[in-house]
């Protein structure tokens, strides 16, 4: 995903199991003053598919800054029956694969033609290793640990504020519930990747506010976002359409089933970072 649309996923055709490989290097992940390094292993279920589920669905996601009328980026998020595909449509080099039933992201860099898989596994341990690291009260609150959810007073709708960072949210009910319970797992396992890419902002508040829209069975439909950082003030805003799959997706999801196929494999710091 696009550094400027990570802020809201809290945040991307059955495919053969099999073209998921293990992870094959150690992950690093920073936050400030630290760094952890998680080594391989194997995988095992993990944010596995919601039970009884079989839903295929679209959200399509455009980050625009200020007021202006074109985004900066848009994607495709597709969800088919448990894999999640992330698919850029402005910048498309990089894509994404969420697969929680086999406890792996995948990530595939269209230009040089190389893939990196990480094991859902380690996205917990590092995350969990970011969150022990911040010892003091200073630290808990730069990374987002302390904030909390509260009523909008710009929209209908929900916020959080930590560090500077401002969140405001609105949102919608999808047609079944269950679209809620994918979207957010979605969310949780993009802002575990954010974390380990040193993308964007902290993610500890956005999964903070992601929870809670996901318990209510609810997804995004609105967010926007100003950051504070001395006289400097930088807004940005999304929106989230919910679509069902289409044939341009169909053909999408079989050119990625290639691209898994045919990609070298390579270290994840190997993969560049949109």
Same mark, same amino acid.
């Given at each position: 995903m696009s550094s400027r649309l990570h802020f809201i996923a809290f945040c991307v055709l059955p495919m053969a199991l099999g073209m998921f490989g293990p992870s094959v290097c150690p992950v690093v992940a920073q936050v400030p003053g +630290? @760094?952890?390094v998680s080594q391989p292993s194997p995988s095992r279920p993990h944010h596995g598919k919601v039970a009884g589920t079989d839903s295929r669905f679209t959200v399509t996601v455009k980050t625009f800054? $200020? #007021?202006q009328s074109d985004p900066i980026a848009e994607h495709r998020i597709v969800f088919d029956n448990g894999l999640i595909y992330?698919? %850029? +449509?402005?910048?498309s080099a990089t894509v994404t694969v969420y697969d929680p039933a086999q $406890?792996?992201?995948t990530l595939m860099d269209r230009p040089r033609q190389v893939q990196s898989t990480i094991s859902i596994d380690d996205l917990v341990k590092i995350t969990a290793q970011a969150r022990a690291? #911040?010892? @003091? %009260?200073?630290k808990q609150e730069q990374l987002g640990l302390t904030a909390t959810v509260q009523k909008s007073n710009r929209m209908i709708g929900y916020s959080i504020h930590f560090a500077g960072a401002t969140y405001h949210m609105s949102t919608q009910k999808p047609a079944h519930p269950t679209m809620a319970s994918e979207f957010g797992q979605f969310s949780d396992l993009a802002a575990r990747m954010n974390l380990v890419r040193q993308s964007w902002l902290p993610p500890f508040a956005r999964m903070t506010l992601s929870?809670?829209? @996901?318990a209510a069975g609810e997804i995004p439909l609105e967010t926007s976002l100003t950051i504070q950082r001395g006289d400097r003030t930088d807004e940005y805003r999304t929106t989230m359409l919910i679509g069902e799959l289409t044939e341009d997706d169909a053909k999408s999801i079989q050119e990625v089933r290639g691209m898994l196929t045919l990609y070298k494999t390579v270290s994840l710091d190997e993969v560049p970072k949109a």
């Open positions: +630290q @760094t952890f800054v $200020g #007021a992330d698919l %850029p +449509q402005i910048d $406890g792996h992201v690291s #911040a010892d @003091t %009260p200073d929870d809670r829209i @996901t």
